[in-house]
């Protein structure tokens, strides 16, 4: 009867039953009589408000089969290796994600990793004592030490300085030093002494009081008590300090004035010698520190290199005895003799990246050079004091779509016949990383995936026709034998082996990786653009990497040129079928907003640049996706630049000619948050002389809302997603009375909070915090509803979908999280009730509506406390907009979960109606409910969570759902259960068997039942008689039986 | 012992149509036509000719049947109108009965939709209505020209009308029936919208 506990199935191991959705048909298999007995009206109402709660959970062993997760860690800053004396050879990275990570050298997996948060910029690590990872992060102010087999914390100080500075961390490096040798950390004009055991804070001095001394190196000599501090003061002036490392005490300080000021970092040559560039960067300065004295050695560029120009540039590579320049034409190495004198070694290309060195034996160091070809990259390995010739040369094919080499890390291990091979590191262009050993890639990371920066999808390939039939048989078996396995499985004879195998073939369907679009709409590609300007397209059946591709109209120009947005540009539907979708890439080319923008159309099959169009002379501001298409269904597309003109892509006569059509009714509107206006413009129908091509078309201003900037600014705005499919316009409530949603594609969402308040949670008073929310429409500038919250502030988190929006928010009152719901009705259709008229079609319903009939619209909103701090907000999405609604929360613990719609529901009321209860509200309670099942990232944690993109499936039930941060996530959901299709499990086998049996049944039931049949017509009593009796009897019993009076009087 | 020719001629018809066709009928007014309840016809139509040729065993005179005494068949044709039209009203007044346990059914079934409802109320009205479309064959048996059907008819069609406007009123508390206006616009989908804008902060 209660088909909510099953207690004792395997499947029952993580989740709880999940309750039939609200508008499916309820269909109890069992027990139909003793229902319909025990079928009481209140008993019925209270087993649906108790299972009206939705949860999305799953079973244990369904983990992976819709979904997967990929860890990645970003771009490589730093690394240090920790092969010596170690079972697990493993490298300790840092990246530009804030991520730490312990990687095996074998096979490039992450042993551990740990994300700091946004603003905990890693800025050194080191490895000290042989088992802990030191990270100096948050400009030099949090000192951590993690475990190196486990990463585990270890300890953790916070370092206080005066003023800002840049950080330096010194790890005593000799495991022979003492253990209580301390680390020495520069950050805030202050050198801290930690202990490296416990972080014990031991000294701290103080460079402020020393003036405005800058101090760019710190030098620990190996066995001595001394730590030498290299600094800079007023750029005019070096600085050099002696500092007791037991103490801190000050013990010597020397100076020496250079007029000519100093560019960029001070690089140490050897113990005593130091180089550095001048103001100009046409001039070399030695510094030598000779007996307590400080001698400088000036030195013209040109005179060692010709021809070169003032671009010149110290590496920062720490070589003993030689350092690197990078000029104009190369890079040259710089050897400095015992003398100070400064001899030009070699000169390379440009494009050479350098390692640091590596310490061999006593006295002997080897550093990597790169150098990028064709197709392959040459990796050479030069020791320190013998630079002309290469110890060793290896040449490595390179894919193309890498792009150039960023950075190398190298380190060394001993062959077996005592010489040294050498492993490196390489960081490429397009942020992946790679193992190079023995002239071979070990393996490879595509970590630029990290760092997503916008999501399109794509169809895939319709699948071709003619398949071969022994494929066919081949895949019959396969899969009846899989079904047979499954049938094992369900009536619990598998042995422990089969059911491995179930779970494998489950796990490993061949079905859900395919390369052709699907009759679900499961399969799709996702289009993902990355911070490197690369391109990848994603497969949502396994996650594997289909296509990836560098954009080439990315770095054409010299210019750091970046991807800013990714719009679908042509999706092939009744038109134009052979050929393949497209999407729109658009970047800017430099750092300021009217930097040249640079634009490139790519095929989604294939990942194959079709247009290269950057860079255009255009800046671009707003990329705004119009709904028309041409004759071969590309998307419009309008680019407005800086001086708010508008650029319309594609460039052809006929996209032209279909704007002008439209134009009139395009509008496009600005969110100037920093000056607190919104302003909404209207494109004018043909282009003036002065614009530069006839696709550039001027633009007006129509109108402006300006907030009071001393009690409002603009920290957040968020619209209706443009693809957002709505099924209907009418919500029906109880008593089967219907309102009218208010869905305008057109209305923007604004939150304001007062300035003082838009800090971080803490920096106001409630009383001088206010949150304003508003509801825009673009077209017009009407403020459809203003909403204030008192003592409330932000990070405002919203997402707006059909006719409502929701957003979460900090009360200071409550000092909780909030949440509130607007909704917004339409008035002027709320007539529409007569059924006649709606029977014969007399209604204003479908009429097109226009923003300047302003229509008369309420809202209804409603509060709730939120346990969670929110990274961000989305809502699941449907091919037909019929399924209800999730919320996808990403919570602060990285993970997603999904909040039935209902919870946010203003008509929820404290004690609702009979009729209320059978419309599905849910009584109101104070605070939503975080359910554990309903976290769709179940075990996982998406680290560094920054968006979560849904994406409907054909299926209607069914919704796609990525998220991504510095890892990737994908399954798919359904909001109100799958209930257009069977379970993925659903067990054909069986149903096949029993439809057999059941055949079989009849068909044995049928013949018996002939045969029954004959026997009844023989077997009435006279026949019987004379059926059991011999023929004679029979002849006997018919002579004296009457029969003939019989028929002859019947007849 | 010797055997009659037409005995043996039986038999011998009986043999050659192995398996024979045995017309068995019951006779239904058994109350009204006395003390026969079933006759086996051992011969079927073409056979007739072959037992004509036998001559009649002797001491077998052959009586016309229809020719009984016309007051006797008389008493017998009002007893079975009397029965008929007895029966003919039983007939119309069953659906009645019907009418009493599917409400009691329905208001088991309660007032949401699932299956147990549904079955029950698609029954009220698919009972009903077959029932109308067979009032003819259902009154067939007691067609007489002395039995005035109309009535019986009338009751009958108004009983099962009445089960299927039960049928309708538990259609219309499970709320499937389009009465109200959520059931005429919440198909229509969103109107069109005449102006397009796009736009935002500015990309950064």
């Known amino acids: 009867m209660d088909p909510k506990v099953i207690p004792n199935t395997p499947k029952h191991a993580s989740s709880s039953q999940i309750p039939p959705p609200p508008f499916s048909l309820f269909i109890p298999t069992n027990n139909l009589i003793a229902m319909a007995m025990a079928i009481k009206l209140p008993l019925i109402l209270l087993f649906f408000s108790s299972s009206l709660i939705p949860t999305f959970s799953l079973f244990e062993d369904q983990v992976g089969l819709m979904d997967w997760h990929q860890r990645y860690i970003g771009k490589v800053k730093h690394a240090v290796f920790h092969t010596q004396k170690a079972g697990r050879k493993r490298v300790v990275v840092s990246t530009e994600e804030n991520v730490i990570a312990s990687l095996d050298l074998r096979r490039g997996e992450i042993f551990w990793r740990h994300v700091l948060g946004a603003n905990d910029v890693v800025d050194k690590i080191d490895i000290a004592l042989g088992k802990y990872v030191i990270t100096l992060s948050s400009e030099g102010s949090i000192l951590r030490a993690w475990n190196l087999p486990d990463g585990q914390m270890v300890w953790e100080s916070f370092l206080s300085g005066s003023k800002s500075s840049k950080a330096l961390l010194t790890v005593p490096a000799n495991l022979k030093v003492d253990l209580d040798s301390p680390i020495i950390v520069y950050s805030g004009a202050c050198i801290h002494a930690i202990s490296s055991i416990d972080g014990e804070y031991l000294w701290k001095k103080d460079f402020a009081s020393e003036g405005s001394v800058d101090v760019h190196q710190l030098i620990l000599p190996g066995g001595s008590d001394v730590v030498h501090a290299v600094g800079v003061t007023d750029s005019s002036q070096f600085d050099t300090y002696e500092i007791h490392i037991k103490n801190g005490g000050l013990l010597k300080h020397t100076s020496a004035s250079f007029p000519g000021g100093i560019y960029g970092e001070i690089l140490p040559i050897s113990g005593d010698r130091f180089v550095v560039l001048d103001a100009s960067r046409s001039v070399l300065v030695l510094i030598t520190i000779e007996n307590g004295q400080i001698h400088l050695e000036q030195t013209h560029i040109s005179d060692l290199i010709h021809g070169s120009s003032g671009n010149t540039v110290i590496l920062p590579s720490k070589l003993s005895g030689i350092f690197s320049l990078r000029t104009d034409n190369g890079i040259v190495f710089i050897k400095v003799t015992d003398e100070g004198k ?58 193309h779509e890498r792009g150039f080499v960023h950075k190398i890390f190298i380190n060394n291990y001993v062959r077996t016949d005592r010489s040294h091979g050498f492993r490196a590191l390489i960081v490429m262009e397009d942020h992946s990383l790679l193992l190079l050993q023995q002239g071979e890639i070990v393996w490879t990371r595509d970590d630029g995936l990290a760092s997503v920066i916008d999501v399109a999808t794509s169809e895939l390939p319709v699948e071709k026709i003619g398949v071969s039939v022994a494929k066919v048989e081949h895949s019959l078996f396969e899969w009846l034998k899989g079904h047979m396995l499954k049938l094992k499985g369900t009536l619990m004879l598998a042995t422990p082996d089969e059911v491995a195998a179930i779970q494998k073939i489950r796990l490993q369907s061949s079905e859900k990786s395919r390369m052709t679009r699907d009759h679900n709409g499961f399969r799709r590609l996702l289009i993902l653009l990355t911070r490197a300007g690369k391109l990848y397209a994603l497969h949502t059946g396994d996650g594997r990497v289909v296509w990836s591709t560098l954009l080439q109209s990315l770095r054409t120009t010299s210019q750091q040129c970046a991807g800013i947005k990714l719009h679908q540009w042509q999706v092939p539907h009744h038109h134009a079928l052979d050929n393949n979708p497209s999407v729109l890439v658009v970047g800017r080319c430099g750092l300021s907003l009217t930097s040249p923008s640079a634009l490139s159309i790519v095929d989604a099959y294939t990942g194959k640049e079709l247009q290269n169009m950057g860079p255009v002379q255009h800046s671009t501001v707003q990329v705004i996706s119009l709904p028309f298409r041409d ?152 403020i459809l509803h203003r909403m204030t919250h008192l003592g409330s502030q932000g990070p405002v988190h919203a997402v707006l979908s059909e006719n409502w929006v929701v957003y979460h928010y900090f009360n200071l009152r409550a000092h909780r999280y909030g949440m509130s719901i607007i909704e917004i009705y339409d008035q002027s259709r709320a007539e529409n009730k007569d059924i006649l008229k709606l029977i014969v079609g007399k209604h204003n319903l479908t009429t097109p509506v226009s923003s300047y009939s302003r229509p008369e619209v309420t809202t209804k909103s409603q509060s709730y406390f939120f346990t969670h701090s929110v990274k961000a907000i989305s809502v699941t999405s449907t091919a037909k907009g019929i399924t209800s609604k999730h919320l996808l929360i990403g919570t602060i613990g990285d993970q997603v979960l999904a909040l039935d719609k209902r919870f946010v529901d203003p008509r929820r009321s404290l004690n609702p109606t009979q009729a ?136 | 012992m010797s055997v009659s020719p037409s005995k043996l001629n039986l038999v011998k018809v009986w043999k050659s149509n192995l398996p024979p066709v045995l017309l068995i009928s019951m006779e239904k007014g058994k109350g009204v036509m006395g003390g026969r309840k079933w006759a086996v016809e051992f011969t079927d139509s073409s056979s007739i000719p072959s037992t004509r040729d036998i001559p009649d065993p002797p001491g077998f005179t052959r009586v016309p049947h229809d020719q009984d005494d016309s007051t006797l068949s008389k008493h017998k044709k009002d007893a079975e109108a009397n029965w008929k039209s007895q029966k003919a009203w039983e007939v119309a007044q069953a659906p009645f009965k019907n009418l009493l346990m599917m409400g009691f059914m329905m208001w088991m079934a309660g007032s949401t939709v699932h299956l147990f409802s549904i079955g029950i109320t698609f029954s009220a009205l698919w009972q009903p209505l077959s029932a109308l479309q067979g009032v003819g064959k259902v009154f067939e048996p007691y067609k007489n020209s002395k039995v005035d059907l109309l009535a019986p008819k009338l009751l009958f069609i108004a009983l099962n009308l009445g089960g299927m406007l039960l049928g309708v009123w538990k259609l219309n508390t499970l709320g499937l029936l389009p009465t109200h206006a959520s059931d005429w616009v919440s198909s229509l989908p969103p109107a069109h919208e005449v102006e397009y804008s796009g736009g935002g902060i500015a990309l950064h």
């Open chain 1, 342 to 399: 400064l001899n030009v070694m070699e000169k390379v290309d440009k494009t050479v990246v350098i390692s640091d060195a590596l310490p061999l034996s006593e006295g002997e160091q080897a550093f990597a050079l790169v150098q990028h070809g064709d197709g392959k990259i040459e990796l050479s390995v030069r020791l320190v004091h013998d630079m002309s010739s290469n110890h060793l040369k290896e040449t490595v094919k390179m894919d």
């Open chain 1, 631 to 782: 004759s071969s269904e590309q998307q419009l597309h309008l680019l407005i630049d800086a001086d708010k003109r508008a650029h319309l892509y594609p460039t052809t006569p006929e996209a032209a000619h279909i704007f002008q059509r439209e134009s009139e009714n395009v509008y496009w509107y600005s969110v100037e948050s920093e000056a607190g206006i919104l302003r909404g413009y209207g494109v004018k129908k043909s282009h003036s002389s002065d614009t530069p091509s006839e696709y550039c078309f001027e633009t007006r201003n129509l109108w402006s809302v300006v907030f009071p900037s001393e009690s409002e600014k603009i920290i957040g705005t968020v619209t209706r997603k443009p693809n957002e499919v709505v099924h209907t316009q009418a919500k029906v409530i109880a008593d089967e009375d219907v309102m009218y949603k208010y869905i305008s594609k057109n209305m923007l969402f604004v939150a304001t909070v007062s300035p003082k308040a838009s800090g971080p949670i803490g920096s106001a008073t409630p009383d001088e915090s206010v949150l304003v929310v508003y509801l825009v429409d673009t077209v017009t500038g009407r």
């Open chain 1, 916 to 1051: 209320d209860k059978e419309e599905g509200l849910l009584p109101l309670t104070d605070a939503l409910p975080i359910i554990p099942q309903s976290y769709v990232t179940h075990s996982f944690k998406v680290e560094g969570l920054r968006g979560i993109e849904t994406v409907p499936a054909k299926l209607e039930s069914t919704s796609l759902v990525f998220a991504y941060g510095v890892d990737l996530f994908h399954t798919r959901i359904a909001p109100s259960r799958t209930y257009d299709s069977l379970t993925e499990d659903f067990n054909y086998a069986l149903l096949l068997l029993t439809i057999l049996a059941l055949v079989v049944a009849i068909f044995v039931t049928w013949v018996l039942s002939e045969r029954k049949d004959l026997q009844d017509k023989w077997s009435w009593p006279q026949t019987q008689l004379w059926l059991q009796s011999s023929s004679e009897q029979r002849l006997l019993n018919i002579c004296s039986t009457p029969v003939n009076m019989f028929v002859n009087q019947n007849r």
